[in-house]
Nanobody, 120 residues
């Protein structure tokens, strides 16, 4: 019914930047909160940032001032601009969207993730 596809991950040196994208498709009536999570090896998945349909944002303390979340409602897409990347940012990054489907209910949907590796 709803698919989320992330892109933009890769290998970057410390201090570098990456921009992640996540596009939602399917029988979408409305998308509420869109969010980014990450999971490093051996650790639990953690929230990185989220953005409401109206554009309000929230960030984890570890990324404040370095990451920026934004969305294009017309394209059902959320972005994560990551600057001043650190080795501890290395993780698989997942997109999540709170979606009401057309003529249906409301649920959370997840993408499959994109790998971000910060290393020299």
């Amino acid at each position: 019914q709803v698919q989320l596809v992330e892109s933009g991950g890769g290998l970057v040196q410390p201090g570098g930047s990456l921009r992640l994208s996540c596009a939602a498709s399917g029988t979408i009536f409305s998308i509420y909160v869109m969010a980014w999570y990450r999971q490093a090896p051996g650790k639990q998945r953690e929230s990185v940032a989220y953005i409401t349909a109206g554009g309000s944002t929230n960030y984890a303390d570890s990324v404040k001032g370095r990451f920026t979340i934004s969305r294009d409602n017309a394209k059902n897409t959320v972005y994560l601009q990551m600057n001043s990347l650190k080795p501890e940012d290395t993780a698989v990054y997942y997109c999540k969207a709170d979606v009401r489907i057309d003529r249906g209910g409301r649920d959370d949907y997840w993408g499959r993730g994109t790998q971000v590796t910060v290393s020299s």
